[in-house]
């Protein structure tokens, strides 16, 4: 069965981080992109984030980049989320998905299989 699960989710005070982590069971995650996403209450759900099956190549929505970076460690079958200088805004129900492809990454692709998500607050 293929699972994903997030977990490193959390309150933290404005220009504080956090690393959310998105761990795979049931398939390996080398042949998959993995894309993080995040809806906050009453809004719809945006992608944050994706890197490619091999790591090689990534995009980030513009309201986090220079501030989040993603990785992987497909050895580990993990990919993780940098999260620094948060901003209140930032606050949401955080989602990792994965979709089978090779070559690179979209945020705006239909992602196959999603976790339940963790939560990040960003709040003093």
């Known amino acids: 069965q293929l699972q994903l699960v997030e977990s490193g989710g959390g309150l933290v005070q404005p220009g504080g981080s956090l690393r959310l982590s998105c761990a795979a069971s049931?398939?390996?995650?080398?042949?998959?992109?993995i894309g993080w996403f995040r809806q906050a209450p009453g809004k719809e759900r945006e992608g944050v984030s994706c890197?490619?099956?091999?790591?090689?190549?990534?995009n980030y929505a513009d309201s986090v980049k220079g501030r989040f970076t993603i990785s992987r460690d497909n050895a580990k079958n993990t990919v993780y989320l940098q999260m620094n200088s948060l901003k209140p805004e930032d606050t949401a129900v955080y989602y990792c998905?994965?979709?089978?492809?090779?070559?690179?990454?979209?945020?705006?692709?239909?992602?196959?299989?999603w976790g339940q998500g963790t939560q990040v607050t960003v709040s003093s």
């Open positions: 890197t490619s099956s091999s790591g090689g190549s990534a």
């Open positions: 998905a994965a979709i089978k492809a090779v070559g690179g990454c979209w945020i705006e692709w239909v992602y196959d299989y």
């Open positions: 049931g398939f390996t995650l080398d042949a998959y992109a």
